[in-house]
């Protein structure tokens, strides 16, 4: 039987597979980043439980999401909700992701009966998001997580009529905060601190 060339393993592909120890601290590492985001999950809940938020019908503030996953385009993904809500078609969720070979991104999630309000406080709050390191998603869908030209527009004060014009557009928006991986802070296991840094700096989006 004729071996298509385009199943047969380099040499390379082959050292890859067999090394054992790549795996092993592939598994140490995941089950660090799932402390990070469960001691992430912890701070989170405190800052929930001490802030008013402008929520969505049927909103559970209690409700979180854990998920590790192995294709966000062929790369593996851990990442937390909290707090998590996708309901009737409302989106009211504050997302920490960590992508493999990529960025940490934290997002709020936002669509559905309350968006006119949240666009509203974008804009009407501008002074207090602006030049902070936040970003508005330019994504057609929810679900795109790379950043940069075409992807991502940073809120900056000398952006407010380009992101006003951006969100006119919208029934939903996202914003969000990237980091890349090689950030001393998140080797230093800073990830739940940067995320309640991060979930703060949003909240004049999300409050009443």
């Given at each position: 039987m004729k071996m298509l060339t385009s199943l047969v393993l380099t040499d390379e592909?082959?050292?890859l597979v067999a090394d054992e120890r790549l795996f092993r601290r592939k598994?140490?590492?995941?089950?660090?980043?799932?402390?990070?985001l469960e001691a992430t999950h912890q701070l989170l809940q405190r800052e929930l439980a001490q802030?008013?938020?402008?929520?969505?019908?049927g909103f559970n503030g209690r409700a979180v999401?854990?998920?590790?996953?192995e294709h966000l385009e062929d790369f593996p993904y851990q990442y937390l909700d909290c707090p998590k809500h996708f309901q009737e078609g409302n989106a009211f969720t504050f997302r920490t992701l960590f992508w493999w070979g990529h960025h940490v991104v934290w997002a709020w999630l936002l669509e559905g009966e309350e968006i006119k309000r949240y666009k509203r406080h974008m804009i009407d709050r501008f002074h207090q998001l602006a030049d902070r390191g936040l970003e508005l998603s330019l994504a057609p869908t929810l679900w795109e997580w790379k950043r940069g030209e075409g992807y991502t527009l940073p809120i900056a004060h000398d952006r407010k009529a380009q992101l006003a014009a951006v969100l006119a557009e919208?029934?939903?928006?996202?914003?969000?905060?990237?980091?890349?991986?090689t950030d001393p802070r998140l080797q230093n296991g800073e990830l739940p601190r940067l995320s309640q840094e991060t979930?703060?700096?949003m909240l004049p989006v999300v409050t009443p």
């Open positions: 592909e082959v050292a598994a140490t590492v995941v089950a660090k980043i799932r402390g990070q802030v008013s938020l402008a929520t969505p019908p999401q854990l998920v590790k996953g919208r029934s939903f928006f996202k914003i969000v905060r990237c980091l890349p991986l979930f703060r700096a």
